[in-house]
């Protein structure tokens, strides 16, 4: 999510009202500075795309686009998509590159311990979204037009949502050293709940600094999530796959878990929202959004990164790449 107390829907109807403008074809007559505004309400069948990647810019780019029943606010999953990139220079847009979109679906579930110490894990449903890579060659406004179909046949409505392409990225990029953060280990705390919200936290995954993973000789897997504070549909068990990839991994690299948000500050109901607790780590890295996964080289520079919604199989590949 970003770093404010909003749904995924409140984006979504936001990309959506400025997607229309975009696409929409008109009487052909140019509106003067006198003319009303006017919003058409979409019928409620129509299915709303809008783009949940962060932080865009010029160059390759993870791309990420939600969809959503508007009737019923539930994400749409495994629909055959595909994107066309606009570059929006002018009243149409110039096509630039098209892409088919591979589906996301991923299973939540979670895990709590009864009273006699057996853990159990139940399935919460499933959340996804729509994932290709987007090359963008001119920082500016660009537009998606999104087409396809649902599972069930249904075919989209040509919607183009837009979103800003900047020249450099506003946080860190590939490449980038890794900044040298000094959070709270298990050893400044008296309880680790006090600095991980997991309903299993693994100790070991804070019992080093950001900083001396990072300049260890070693490869470093870090997320920055927060298991209990999320509040977006689309954040997804990110906690999760990175303790699966800690499980296999844990030997070949660090792993080192920090929540966004001051945790104890929060449960004390010291902030009036998220927001107002933010944990340093946020500002040093340059992070408008949770979660984040940065796998970080040994030579200590950022190699991968993944905001939002990602699956294992990504995050695998991505540190394989560093340890093959």
């Not at 847009?93 to 139940?122: M, N, Q, W």
């Not at 298991?227 to 303790?243: L, N, R």
């Not at 340093?280 to 200590?300: N, T």
Request: proline share 6%.
């Amino acid at each position: 999510m970003r770093f404010t107390t909003r749904s995924l829907l409140l984006p979504l109807l936001g990309a959506l009202a400025i997607g229309i403008a975009a696409c929409s074809g008109g009487d052909g007559d140019t509106p003067t500075e006198t003319d009303p505004v006017v919003l058409t309400p979409l019928p409620d069948d129509v299915l709303l795309p809008t783009v949940i990647s962060g932080d865009l810019a010029v160059g390759e780019n993870r791309f990420l686009v939600g969809l959503q029943d508007q009737e019923t606010g539930e994400l749409v999953l495994g629909a055959d998509l595909s994107f066309a990139f606009f570059l929006l220079d002018s009243d149409e847009g110039t096509l630039k590159f098209e892409r088919d979109a591979e589906p996301i679906v991923i299973t939540r579930s979670y895990t709590h311990t009864h009273e006699d110490g057996e853990l159990e894990t139940h399935e919460a449903g499933e959340v996804g979204a729509y994932r290709t890579t987007a090359d963008f060659d001119v920082a500016g406004l660009w537009g998606v037009e999104v087409s396809g179909t649902t599972a069930d046949g249904q075919t989209l409505e040509p919607l183009r949502p837009t979103f800003s392409v900047n020249e450099e990225p506003f946080g860190l990029a590939i490449g980038d050293p890794a900044p040298l953060s000094e959070q709270l280990l298990l050893s400044d705390v008296d309880d680790i709940t006090e600095i991980d919200t997991s309903e299993i936290p693994i100790p070991e995954q804070h019992d080093m600094t950001v900083a001396d993973a990072v300049t260890s000789g070693k490869p470093t897997v870090i997320a920055i999530t927060t298991p209990a504070f999320c509040e977006s549909q689309i954040c997804g068990p990110t906690k999760t796959f990175f303790d699966d990839l800690y499980s296999q991994y844990g030997d070949v690299a660090n792993f080192v878990h920090v929540e966004p948000y001051q945790v104890q500050p929060v449960r004390d109901g010291e902030c009036a929202q998220l927001s107002d607790c933010l944990n340093p780590i946020v500002d040093e890295w340059r992070l408008q959004s949770e979660p984040w996964v940065f796998i970080v080289d040994a030579e200590g520079n950022i190699a991968a990164k993944f905001d939002g919604l990602v699956t294992f199989e990504e995050l695998e590949q991505a540190l394989l790449d560093l340890i093959a």
